[in-house]
């Protein structure tokens, strides 16, 4: 089955930009989305088919996708972004999630 | 304003069943896929399963077909997610979210389910 390799961990300092990869075989050849999940909250779409952000998503994140990794930025980093971010793609007619990113801004 | 709302938390014994809940509202409810995503404590999101309510069409991922029943009520705009016989390691947060395909774009709050002797 297909398989999303994300880090378990990144950290950023207030105002610079953090950066969380997404592996997988050819992903660039896939659609990635992207999902910010808060303790105690429902995960909130911030990335979808790639690069495009839904309404109400601010611009500081952004999305790219090739190769075989898919990167989520957060340009800015901010207090609130602080988070574990999800990968996703769809293959063989199975959503497939990464294992998680936790993102400490501090 | 779409909105998916779910059923409160459960507390169940190992061997029970149970069924729980996820009304759409907002949006046509026969018209996009609906999807179910299970959240273990401490653990990471996995995906269980999507049905397209206008003809009922379900694809499980392979970890858990057989182990849950995923239906709707087109009447009610509601889908479902079934247990015909509970473990503990059923006990997580589960999740419904509309499924424009290939990406979830609405969630529902959450509904945990606690299994326990």
């Known amino acids: 089955s297909y398989e999303l390799t994300q880090p378990p961990s990144v950290s950023v300092s207030p105002g610079q930009t953090a950066s969380i990869t997404c592996f997988g075989d050819?992903?660039?050849?896939?659609?990635v989305c992207w999902y910010q999940h808060k303790p105690g909250q429902s995960p909130v779409l911030v990335i979808y088919?790639?690069?495009m952000r839904p309404s109400g998503i601010p611009a500081r994140f952004s999305g790219s996708n090739s190769g075989g990794t898919a990167t989520l930025t957060i340009s800015g980093a901010q207090a609130p972004d602080e988070a574990d971010y999800y990968c996703?793609?769809?293959?063989?007619?199975?959503?497939?999630f990464g294992g998680g990113t936790k993102l400490t801004v501090l | 304003e779409v909105q998916l709302v779910q059923s409160g938390a459960e507390v169940k014994k190992p061997g029970e069943s149970l069924k729980i809940s996820c009304k759409v509202s907002?949006?046509?409810?026969?018209?996009?896929?609906i999807g179910w995503v299970r959240q273990m404590p401490g653990k990471g999101l996995e995906w269980m399963g999507i049905?397209?309510?206008?003809?009922?069409?379900?694809t499980y991922s392979p970890s858990f077909q057989g182990q849950v029943t995923i239906s709707v009520d087109k009447y009610f705009s509601t889908t479902y997610l079934q247990w015909s016989s509970l473990k503990t390691s059923d006990t997580a947060m589960y999740y419904c979210?509309?499924?424009?395909?290939?990406?979830?774009?609405?969630w529902g709050q959450g509904t945990l389910v606690t299994v326990s002797s």
């Open positions: 049905i397209y309510p206008d003809d009922s069409q379900t």
């Open positions: 907002g949006y046509s409810f026969m018209t996009y896929w």
């Open positions: 088919q790639d690069t």
């Open positions: 050819n992903l660039g050849d896939k659609y």
């Open positions: 996703q793609t769809w293959d063989s007619s199975s959503a497939v």
């Open positions: 979210a509309r499924f424009p395909r290939p990406y979830f774009d609405n």
